[in-house]
């Protein structure tokens, strides 16, 4: 794997939100796709932890599988991007906290998904692996569901009892057009809106509701093309500052790192 960085463009990209997908030469494609974006790092997380079409009934249908995602899959290919690929660590709430209590170091941040592992927001198992986030100092990255437990009303609730801990509502909330998620987050100043997915008359309303300080760009790459994400934040409205913010600087400060674009261009 060969990274690929110059010092074309004088706006750096941070993805928040990309997967790892458990294929050949996943990573080499991720990095592609960044350097055809002008995307220069992104947070990776395993994905493929089964196949789309049943992640696609299941979020209809209910159903969940308790097997692990390939996170060491996800920390070799971070390890060998030259810094460009950010590990986070998929949770299996059917396991103990323990093997991610013991591996934290190693990682950046932790993701719950309620649609893969059926677990919800609101189940002690969730809990424990957030207290376990805490206290490694990591954010936690979530997708909620129009289900008991896994909505945005359970996640409000979870932020709320674990304020020193940030927490990152992806896609904007649920479906294409969640403006309720942005109201409800609204006074919850450790939950950030991650913008992969939604129109972009939501990032437009995140906007104006939670500020630039909350917004996290994400392109959900490679089910989406990042081109496609960042161009929807373009015409979305956001300016100069707003644009930065989203891009880059709120995902450092998330991250626990110093800005440093100087160091880190979009690919040319």
């Given at each position: 794997?060969?990274?690929?960085?110059?010092?074309?463009?004088?706006?750096?990209?941070?993805?928040?939100h990309v997967r790892l997908a458990p294929v050949e030469h996943a990573a080499d494609r991720l990095l592609s796709m960044m350097d055809e974006s002008g995307v220069a790092r992104a947070v990776v997380c395993a994905g493929g932890t089964m196949p789309l079409e049943r992640l696609s009934r299941n979020l209809i249908e209910g159903g969940h599988i308790e097997t692990d995602a390939d996170n060491?899959?996800?920390?070799?290919?971070?390890?060998?991007?030259?810094?460009?690929?950010?590990?986070?660590?998929?949770?299996?709430?059917?396991?103990?906290?323990?093997?991610?209590?013991?591996?934290?170091?190693?990682?950046?941040?932790?993701?719950?998904?309620?649609?893969?592992?059926?677990?919800?927001?609101?189940?002690?198992?969730?809990?424990?692996?957030?207290?376990?986030?805490?206290?490694?100092?990591?954010?936690?990255?979530?997708?909620?569901?129009?289900?008991?437990?896994?909505?945005?009303?359970?996640?409000?609730?979870?932020?709320?009892?674990?304020?020193?801990?940030?927490?990152?509502?992806?896609?904007?909330?649920?479906?294409?057009?969640?403006?309720?998620?942005?109201?409800?987050?609204?006074?919850?100043?450790?939950?950030?809106?991650?913008?992969?997915?939604?129109?972009?008359?939501?990032?437009?309303?995140?906007?104006?509701?939670?500020?630039?300080?909350?917004?996290?760009?994400?392109?959900?790459?490679?089910?989406?093309?990042?081109?496609?994400?960042?161009?929807?934040?373009?015409?979305?409205?956001?300016?100069?500052?707003?644009?930065?913010?989203?891009?880059?600087?709120?995902?450092?400060?998330?991250?626990?790192?110093?800005?440093?674009?100087?160091?880190?261009?979009?690919?040319?």
């Amino acid at each position: 794997m060969s990274p690929h960085l110059t010092t074309a463009d004088p706006r750096p990209v941070l993805d928040f939100h990309v997967r790892l997908a458990p294929v050949e030469h996943a990573a080499d494609r991720l990095l592609s796709m960044m350097d055809e974006s002008g995307v220069a790092r992104a947070v990776v997380c395993a994905g493929g932890t089964m196949p789309l079409e049943r992640l696609s009934r299941n979020l209809i249908e209910g159903g969940h599988i308790e097997t692990d995602a390939d996170n060491e899959a996800v920390r070799a290919a971070c390890a060998a991007s030259g810094g460009r690929l950010v590990p986070f660590w998929f949770a299996n709430p059917h396991r103990d906290p323990a093997e991610y209590r013991e591996r934290a170091a190693e990682f950046r941040g932790l993701e719950i998904s309620p649609a893969v592992h059926g677990v919800g927001l609101d189940d002690p198992r969730t809990a424990a692996l957030v207290a376990a986030a805490g206290e490694a100092g990591h954010s936690v990255y979530t997708v909620c569901l129009e289900r008991p437990g896994a909505t945005v009303a359970d996640l409000v609730k979870l932020a709320a009892g674990h304020p020193d801990v940030t927490f990152v509502l992806g896609h904007m909330g649920i479906g294409n057009i969640d403006l309720y998620a942005l109201e409800l987050v609204g006074d919850l100043p450790n939950v950030l809106a991650e913008t992969s997915g939604g129109y972009a008359v939501v990032a437009r309303t995140a906007l104006r509701l939670l500020g630039p300080d909350r917004i996290l760009f994400g392109s959900e790459a490679p089910l989406q093309h990042p081109a496609t994400e960042l161009d929807k934040l373009r015409r979305a409205g956001f300016e100069d500052a707003d644009w930065h913010a989203a891009t880059w600087r709120n995902a450092c400060r998330v991250l626990g790192e110093p800005e440093r674009t100087r160091e880190w261009r979009s690919p040319g």
